[in-house]
C-alpha cells in the first residue's frame, strides 16, 4: 500500500527517467516500424502521417479479423469517411492488401483468422510459424519495392516481446494513452454511433484468453469474469461476447475493459521496446521532436507539428457513482501493475500509474480524494447467474441471431451501398 501511494503521489516520470521507453536509442535505418497501440489510442493518426511519406509501404491493422474476407469491394468500403472515425481524410484504410489478395480474390494470402484474438498473449520463445510468415510477407512485399514497411497493430500489445524478437531489425514502439480517455471515446462511439466494436473488443480478448495467467491476474483483481467461449468458431464467441455485455453496467464494461488495458501495458512495456506516450504527444513539443527522431533513424522522415486529433485528458464520462467505482477499479489495476513492477524496466511502473490516475477524476472535473483502499468500495461483484440460467439465456440469444441472420445481412448490405454512393464525407458506420 504505501508502495501505491508513492507511485500515485510523485510527479509524472520525465524522458530521462524512462530510459528506452521514450526516448529511443541511436539505430540505423529500421528494416520495419512496428507500431503498437490499443484501440482509440491515436495508432491511425501516426500511422496516416507515416503513409503520407513517398518512401513508405503502411499496413493498417495486419491482425484485423475481416482481412480474412477482404476482396476489392471491401477495400473500398474500409475508408475513414464512412463511420464517426475521427480519422483524417485518406485513401480506404486496407489499399496496400490490394495485390496480396489470395488467388481467389477473397482474404489477404497466408491470413488465420486466428491472429486477431488467440493468443493474445506470447512469449518471447513461443513458436508460430503461420503468424511470424505471414508477418514476413508484408515486409517482404515492402521491401521488394524498395519502401519501408510501416505495420499499425490494435491486436498486438500482448505479443510485442514475441514480435520483437522475431524481427529484432525492426523499431517497435506502443503507443500508451491514458485508459479514462481512451474508454470515453469507445463509450461515446457506442452511445452516440452505435458502433459497438471498441466496447466489444476487450471482452472478445478476455473470452479467448482468460487462462493466460497475465490476464487471469488482472481479472482477478478486478473481479472480472470471462465470458463464455464456445467452441473454436470467431462469430460464436463474438455473440457470447456481446450478449455478456449486453448483461453489464457501464461501471462494469469498464473493469473489464480496464483488465485488459492493465495486462496488455504490462506486457507490451516488459518488453523493453520505444514507447510513445499519445497524450505528451498532443501537449509537449520536445516529446514530439523526440518522436520524429526516433522515426527518422527508422527511415521514416515525418512532421508531427501539424493538428492533433487526441482530446485532452478530461472528466469521467458516466454519473458520479460510476466515477467512484472507476476509481476502485484503477486502484485494483495499481495493484496488479504493482504486482508485476519486476517484469517492467526503469521507470515504467510510474508511468502506467500516472496513466491510471486520470480515473480518478469526477465527471465536474474535481479529484476523488482519500486515494486510498479504505476510503473506496472495492469494485462491485458483476453478476453472476446460476450457471442453467446463464446458459439458457446465452442459448436463446444466439438461437434469435442466427434465425435474424439473412435479415440482418440484407440491411449491412443495403447499408453499405447507400454509404457507398452517399459519397465523400457521410459518417456512416462500419466498424
Known amino acids: 500500500m504505501d508502495q501505491l501511494k508513492t507511485l500515485l503521489d510523485t510527479e509524472p516520470p520525465q524522458d530521462s527517467e524512462i530510459g528506452d521507453g521514450y526516448a529511443a536509442p541511436a539505430r540505423t535505418r529500421a528494416a520495419a516500424i512496428f507500431l503498437h497501440s490499443g484501440w482509440r489510442s491515436c495508432g491511425t493518426w501516426l500511422w496516416e502521417k507515416l503513409r503520407e511519406q513517398q518512401n513508405v509501404r503502411a499496413f493498417y491493422e495486419p491482425l484485423h479479423e475481416d482481412l480474412a474476407m477482404l476482396d476489392q469491394p471491401r477495400i473500398g468500403h474500409f475508408r475513414p469517411d464512412a463511420w464517426g472515425s475521427g480519422h483524417g481524410e485518406s485513401a480506404p484504410y486496407f489499399r496496400e492488401y490490394g495485390r496480396l489478395l489470395a488467388p481467389g480474390g477473397r482474404g489477404v494470402r497466408l491470413y488465420q483468422r486466428r491472429f486477431a484474438f488467440d493468443d493474445f498473449f506470447m512469449a518471447p520463445g513461443q513458436r508460430d510459424d503461420a503468424l511470424e510468415t505471414y508477418l514476413r510477407q ?4 515492402a521491401h521488394a519495392e524498395n519502401q519501408l514497411p510501416v505495420l499499425k497493430f490494435c491486436r498486438s500489445l500482448g505479443r510485442v516481446g514475441w514480435m520483437a524478437a522475431r524481427f529484432p531489425d525492426a523499431l517497435h514502439a506502443v503507443l500508451l494513452r491514458d485508459p479514462a480517455t481512451q474508454w470515453r471515446s469507445a463509450r461515446r462511439q457506442l452511445e452516440q454511433d452505435g458502433n459497438r466494436y471498441f466496447v466489444l473488443a476487450p471482452f472478445l480478448i478476455l473470452a479467448r484468453n482468460a487462462q493466460h495467467p497475465l490476464l487471469e491476474d488482472a481479472m482477478r483483481r478486478l473481479n472480472v469474469p ?7 468458431g470467431f462469430g ?12 453489464l453496467s457501464w461501471s462494469q464494461r469498464y473493469r473489464g475493459f480496464l ?8 506486457a507490451a512495456l ?9 497524450d505528451e504527444m498532443r501537449d509537449s513539443a520536445a516529446h514530439r521532436g523526440g518522436i520524429e527522431k526516433a522515426l527518422a533513424q527508422a527511415g521514416a522522415e515525418v512532421d508531427l507539428s501539424r493538428a492533433f486529433p487526441a482530446e485532452p485528458v478530461g472528466s469521467w464520462i458516466g454519473t458520479a457513482a460510476e466515477a467512484h467505482d472507476a476509481a476502485a477499479a484503477a486502484l485494483a489495476a495499481l495493484d496488479f501493475v504493482n504486482a508485476h513492477r519486476a517484469a517492467l524496466p526503469s521507470g515504467q511502473t510510474r508511468a502506467l500509474a500516472h496513466k ?24 462491485a461483484a458483476m453478476p453472476r447467474l446460476p450457471a442453467w440460467r446463464q446458459q439458457a439465456d446465452l442459448a436463446g440469444y444466439l438461437l434469435f441471431e442466427r434465425a435474424t441472420y439473412p435479415l440482418r445481412r440484407a440491411h449491412y448490405y443495403l447499408w453499405r451501398w447507400l454509404g457507398w454512393h452517399d459519397g465523400p464525407g457521410v459518417r456512416r458506420q462500419t466498424k
Not at 508484408?138 to 512485399?141: K, T
Not at 483488465?259 to 504490462?266: E, L
Open 138 to 141: 508484408l515486409l517482404d512485399a
Open 226 to 232: 470471462a465470458p463464455a467461449r464456445i467452441g473454436q
Open 236 to 247: 460464436l464467441t463474438t455473440s457470447s461476447a456481446w450478449r455478456h455485455v449486453q448483461l
Open 259 to 266: 483488465a485488459v488495458w492493465a495486462a496488455t501495458a504490462v
Open 270 to 278: 516488459s518488453a523493453g521496446v520505444t514507447v510513445i506516450d499519445a
Open 356 to 379: 491510471l490516475r486520470p480515473a480518478f477524476t469526477l465527471p465536474n472535473g474535481g479529484a476523488l480524494p482519500h486515494l486510498t483502499h479504505a476510503s473506496l468500495p472495492a469494485p
